[in-house]
């Protein structure tokens, strides 16, 4: 079946620094989607990634696409406190939504 | 508000005592999920709901079940839980096939002593 491979599993950085999380899958994707969970909260949906070579931003956040639809990336630039959490991909369809392990990402002040 | 509500948040049982563990949705969303979450695991799907009375197994289905009778709700029942269901559950639903964007519930820490 599909698999959604993600890393790294844990991030410390430094307030301020880069932070990069990549997914890929041993399947082509129909599209890919970012989650962001907090600690000890739920997973929340970020964004959703369609089309190849897809690129898209939200503030801070890029969304990359792979070209070949089985890759994809989160960067966050010049991370904050409030970062913090588990950032999760997932591909697939409503039906069936396969989701990588996910990066603990740890925001020291 | 649109929400998907879990009950209970929190629950610990012992081996072989049924439980079940409610889902609902005031999105009419069509499309729902259970997942469970273990630490280096990520989430993984349990069951699927396409429509009311249409299910079909995940990822991990074993030791579980679930029944969609009505569109808004799909609880999650383990008929004899084993310590190895100890997991943090988490129901989701997405509005269609067309538009898959994932609404989780809070989640619901079970505990099998």
């Known amino acids: 079946g599909q698999q959604v491979m993600q890393i790294p599993q844990y991030q410390h950085v430094q307030e301020g620094e880069d932070f990069t999380t990549y997914c890929n899958s041993s399947t082509t994707l129909s599209n890919i989607q970012w989650y962001k969970q907090r600690p000890g909260g739920h997973p929340v949906f970020l964004i959703q990634?369609?089309?190849?070579?897809e690129v898209k931003k939200q503030k801070r956040l890029t969304f990359q696409f792979g070209e070949a639809k089985k890759n994809s990336s989160l960067h966050i630039t010049a991370t904050q406190t409030t970062d913090v959490g588990t950032y999760f991909c997932?591909?697939?369809?409503?039906?069936?939504?396969?989701f990588g392990s996910g990066t603990q990402l740890t925001v020291l002040p | 508000e649109a929400q998907v509500t879990q009950n209970p948040r929190y629950l610990i049982t012992v081996t072989g005592k049924k439980l079940t563990v409610t889902c609902s949705q005031n999105m009419n969303h069509e499309y729902m999920s259970w997942y469970r979450q273990d630490p280096g695991l990520g989430l993984r799907q349990i069951y699927y709901s396409m429509n009311v009375e249409v299910t079909d197994k995940g990822d991990v289905p074993e030791g579980y079940k679930v029944s969609r009778k009505e569109k808004r709700n799909f609880p999650l029942i383990l008929e004899s839980p084993s310590p190895n269901q100890t997991s943090l559950y988490f129901c989701a639903s997405s509005l269609s096939v067309s538009n898959t964007e994932a609404f989780f519930g809070q989640g619901t820490r079970l505990t099998v002593v």
């Open positions: 997932g591909g697939g369809s409503a039906r069936q939504l396969t």
């Open positions: 990634l369609v089309k190849s070579g």
